[in-house]
Nanobody, 124 residues
C-alpha cells in the first residue's frame, strides 16, 4: 500500500507561482513513476505532468514551459512548480503513483495510487 499526501495548494493571482508537493510512503519510491493530474469543476481529470524513475519527464501542452515536475528520492517527494499561473489552471490537483513501468504516463488508468487532492485557485 502506498499513501500519497499533497500539499501546497492555495489561492494565487494570475501570473503568480505555487509549488505543490506530494509525499509518498513506500520503500521503493525510486522505482515509481509519479504523475500530476488536475480536475476542474464539471470537467474530467486530465494529465498535467509525469516523471519516470529514470527522470524522463512528460508535460501536457497546456503547461509546457510554465510547470516543472521534479522528484527528490531522498525525501520520497515529488514536486510540481507552477509559474505564470492562469485562471484556467484552477482545479484540484492530484498526485498519482505507478509502481510499474507505464506504457503511457499521460494516462490516468496507468496509475495505482492517488492522493486526496489539493485545491489550486487562480484569480484574474
Amino acid at each position: 500500500q502506498v499513501q500519497l499526501v499533497e500539499s501546497g495548494g492555495g489561492l494565487v493571482q494570475a501570473g503568480g507561482s505555487l509549488r505543490l508537493s506530494c509525499a509518498a510512503s513506500g520503500r521503493t519510491f525510486t522505482r515509481y513513476t509519479l504523475g500530476w493530474f488536475r480536475q476542474a469543476p464539471g470537467k474530467e481529470r486530465v494529465f498535467v505532468a509525469a516523471i519516470r524513475s529514470s527522470g524522463t519527464k512528460y508535460y501536457a501542452d497546456s503547461v509546457k514551459g510554465r510547470f516543472t515536475i521534479s522528484r527528490d528520492n531522498a525525501k520520497n517527494t515529488v514536486y510540481l512548480q507552477m509559474n505564470s499561473l492562469r485562471p484556467d489552471d484552477t482545479a484540484v490537483y492530484y498526485c498519482a503513483a505507478d509502481l510499474g513501468i507505464p506504457n503511457s504516463p499521460r494516462t490516468a488508468y496507468e496509475y495505482d495510487y492517488w492522493g486526496q487532492g489539493t485545491q489550486v485557485t487562480v484569480s484574474s
